[in-house]
C-alpha cells in the first residue's frame, strides 16, 4: 500500500476525477478509489472527509442530501465547474512533476546499473 | 456492529455537539456501516470486519483540524497521553498500589503486634525478667520496626508514580484511540473491584466479633480480641487499596468518577483537611501511649478519625454541590 504521505497532495484531484463520473458519496467514492487502484491505495475514512471539507471550502464541490434510501439519507457531492478547472490545473501539474521527478528517478537508475 | 457505533461515539465525545458535526458523525457512521457489510457479505468474519472497518477509519484529528474544530478540552494547551502510556500509568499504578497497601496493612499488624505484646506483658507471660519500663517500651519498638518498611514502600512507590504526577493533577488528554480502549475495559475493572470491595466490607463487618467473643473470656482476652480486629482491618484495608488503584488509575484517565475537574478541586480541599487531621491523631495516639501507657486502648483514636473524617468529607461534598 502506498504511503499517504507521498498521495497526500493529490488526494483532491482523485476525488475530483472520481466526481467528473458522476454525483457520489463518501462509501462510493473510497470503494471506487480502492477499485481502480486494485487495493494499492485505500483513503482513510477521515482523509477523506478532510479533503470533502476541503474542496466545498474552496468551492470545488457542493453537497447536497441524496434522496432517502432505506431510511438512510447521505450527503452526495457534486463537482462545480470552478472544481473542473482546478482539476485540470492539477492535472497539468502533474504531468509537470511526474516529469520532474521521474528525470531523478532514471539517472538514479542508469548510474545503479553500472 | 456495536463496537463500530461505540468506537465513533467515543470519537465524537469530546466534540461540541453541532449540527455540523451530527451530521459528519451520521455520515461516517452510514460509510462505516456499509464496509462492514460489504466485507461480511465477502465472507470475512465478524472480528475481522469490525478491524478493518476501525484501522480504515484514519485519524481524527486530521479531520477536525481541516474543519476548524476544536475540541472542548483545550487538547493543545495540555500533553496527549496514547494508550501505550496510559497502559503503562495503569501496570505502575496496579504495582504502586499494592506496595501501598502492604505498607499500610504492616502499619496495622504492628500496632495489632503492640497491642498483644503489651497485653501478654501485661500478663506477665513474656518479658519477665525485664524491668517494668523496658516491658512497655519493646513492644513500641517492634511497632516502629514495621513502620520503617512501610514508610519505605510509601517513599518507592510515591517516586516511581513522580512521573505520571501530572494525571494526578488532571492536566493531560487522553488521545482518542486510548479513550475508547480504556472505557471498554473499565467495567471489567469496576467489577472486579467492587468485588475487592464486597471482601472488604465483609471482613471490616466481621471484625468487632473477634472483640465479642474475646470479651466472653476476660478483660485480657479482649485485649487479645482487639488484635485479630485490627488484623483483619489490616487485610480489608490491603484489599481496599490494591484492588482500588487499578480501577482509580482508569477513572483519573477517563476523568471520570471524581476525577473530573471540578470534583479534582473538592479533593484538594478535603486532601489538604487529611493532610492535618491524620498525623495529629498520629501524634494524640503515640502521646497517650508513651506518656500514660494507653497503648491498649489509644488506637481507638484512628477509627473516630476515621469516622468523623468521612464526615467531614460527605457534608464537604454535599454543600460544594449545591
Redesign the interface.
Known sequence: MISSDVIRGYNDTIILSLLLEGDSY??EI??NIRAVTDEQY?M????L??AF??LEKNGYIESYYGEETQG?R??YFRITQSGMTYYKEKCEEWGLTKKVINKFVKELKDSGDH | METIKSYLENMFRNLPQTEEIQ??RN??F???E??YH?LKKEGKLDNEAVGIVIS?????D??L???NIGTIDNRDVYPTINLEEAKEFILLKSKTSYLVGLGVGLILFGVSLLILLTQLAEDDLIFRTLSSNAKYTLPVIFLFLLIVPAVGLFIYSGTKLERFKFIDEGVFSLASAAKVVLNKELSHVSSKQSFGTIIGVCICVLSPVAIFIGSLFGDSFSAYGVCVLLIMIAIAVFIFISTGGVSEAYKKLLKIDGFDPERQKENKVIGAVAGVVWPMAVCIFLFCGFVFNLWRISWIIFPITGVLFGGFSACYSIIKSK
Open positions: 463518501g462509501y473510497s470503494k485505500v482513510k475514512e477521515t482523509t472527509y478532510s471539507s476541503r438512510k447521505r450527503t | 451530521r459528519l455520515e461516517l452510514l460509510n462505516m456499509e464496509k460489504e480504515e477509519f484514519g485519524n481524527i486530521e479531520l483540524e481541516e474543519m
